[in-house]
């Protein structure tokens, strides 16, 4: 598959802060996706881009496809104490039909 | 709001074995995958499936793995002989038609083999 480098690997938060995370390509995807999963659970969408350039926002959520495909970052505003989690990102290529790939993860703790 | 179940959330078996990995996407959807996380590593894409056969699959999914939909609402992932390399959580997902249609994921099965 392609490799997607997602950084930081992990990151400890102070509720109330803004936190920044970001994936980069050496391929060009059509499609970059954010989900969040948390333990027990499958990931959860949070947010899709489908065009270069794309800002799209979800609550505190804001996620850009970046202008030259091969990247995208999602930014966390006023984080709470419930965003806590393992945040993917995960692009498409096509015509594969969702065979995504997808990054390694970034971890968010909340810094008590 | 509807979702994806998977069954069981943790299997164990010994290394030989067949397993049987079960999931019932959301009702309307007809286009359903497999995917694993080895753990700490990252999700990974095996197969994709749509109109009762398999559309796409990676390098993973060898002539051990196999795919089924036995009836309308069931979509099982069947292992013939397990290895201690397929330890993972295997996550089953679901789409609706449409090129934008979301994914949605179950919450996976843990397989364990010992």
């Known amino acids: 598959g392609q490799q997607l480098n997602q950084s930081p690997q992990s990151m400890f938060i102070q509720e109330g802060e803004d936190v920044s995370m970001n994936c980069t390509s050496s391929?060009?995807?059509?499609?970059w996706l954010w989900y969040k999963q948390e333990p027990g659970e499958g990931p959860v969408l949070l947010i899709a881009?489908?065009?270069?350039?794309e800002l799209t926002s979800n609550g505190r959520l804001t996620a850009q496809f970046g202008i030259t495909r091969k990247d995208s970052f999602l930014n966390i505003s006023a984080s709470i104490p419930s965003d806590v989690g393992i945040y993917f990102c995960?692009?498409?290529?096509?015509?594969?039909?969702?065979?995504?790939?997808f990054g390694a993860g970034t971890t968010v703790t909340v810094r008590a | 709001e509807p979702e994806v179940t998977q069954t069981p959330s943790h299997q164990v078996t010994q290394m030989g074995q067949e397993v049987i990995l079960r999931c019932v996407p959301i009702?309307?959807?007809?286009?359903f995958y497999w995917y694993r996380q080895i753990l700490g590593q990252k999700v990974e894409f095996l197969v994709s499936?749509?109109?009762?056969?398999?559309?796409?699959k990676s390098e993973i999914f060898d002539d051990q793995f196999s795919v089924e939909r036995p009836d309308g609402s069931n979509f099982t992932l069947k292992i013939r002989s397990t290895k201690l390399e397929d330890s993972a959580m295997y996550f089953c997902?679901?789409?609706?038609?449409?090129?934008?249609?979301?994914?949605?994921f179950g919450n996976g099965t843990r397989l364990t083999v010992t």
């Open positions: 009702s309307n959807h007809l286009y």
């Open positions: 881009l489908y065009k270069a350039g």
């Open positions: 995960a692009g498409r290529i096509p015509p594969n039909d969702y065979k995504l790939s």
């Open positions: 499936f749509y109109n009762n056969e398999i559309s796409e």
């Open positions: 391929s060009i995807f059509n499609t």
């Open positions: 997902a679901s789409r609706a038609q449409g090129a934008r249609s979301p994914l949605h």
